[in-house]
């Protein structure tokens, strides 16, 4: 039977999965705060920050009024049947340079 057991991450230990991946989902409401929306991003760790490079659209909309989101990066072994979820909730901001 597997184990059900729920671990809870440190600090640390999600700063180093964040450091080390390099996909993850960006959530965030639509332009009229009606639907939720999550998308799969590239994004780098920066300082701290999750960056993400994009085009115009949806993901800059969101940025540009500081919409609150979340950032989202996940493993699944399947053979032992665990995983691990890191899940982060701020606000995002446009940056140009």
Same mark, same amino acid.
């Given at each position: 039977?597997?184990n059900k057991r729920v671990?809870r ?5 999600c ?11 960006l959530?965030f409401m639509d332009y009229?705060? #009606?639907f939720?929306?999550?998308i799969p991003?590239n994004?780098l760790?920066?300082e ?7 085009d ?16 989202e990066l996940?493993?699944?072994d399947?053979?032992c049947? #665990?995983g691990?979820?890191?899940v982060?909730?701020g ?6 340079d």
């Amino acid at each position: 039977m597997p184990n059900k057991r729920v671990d809870r991450l440190t600090i640390a230990e999600c700063r180093e999965l964040l450091d080390s991946h390099h996909f993850g989902r960006l959530g965030f409401m639509d332009y009229v705060g #009606v639907f939720p929306s999550i998308i799969p991003v590239n994004y780098l760790l920066n300082e701290g920050k999750i960056v993400i490079r994009t085009d115009a659209g949806s993901k800059l909309s969101a940025a540009i009024r500081g919409a609150p989101v979340a950032f989202e990066l996940d493993g699944v072994d399947e053979t032992c049947q #665990v995983g691990w979820t890191v899940v982060l909730h701020g606000h995002a901001e446009e940056v140009t340079d």
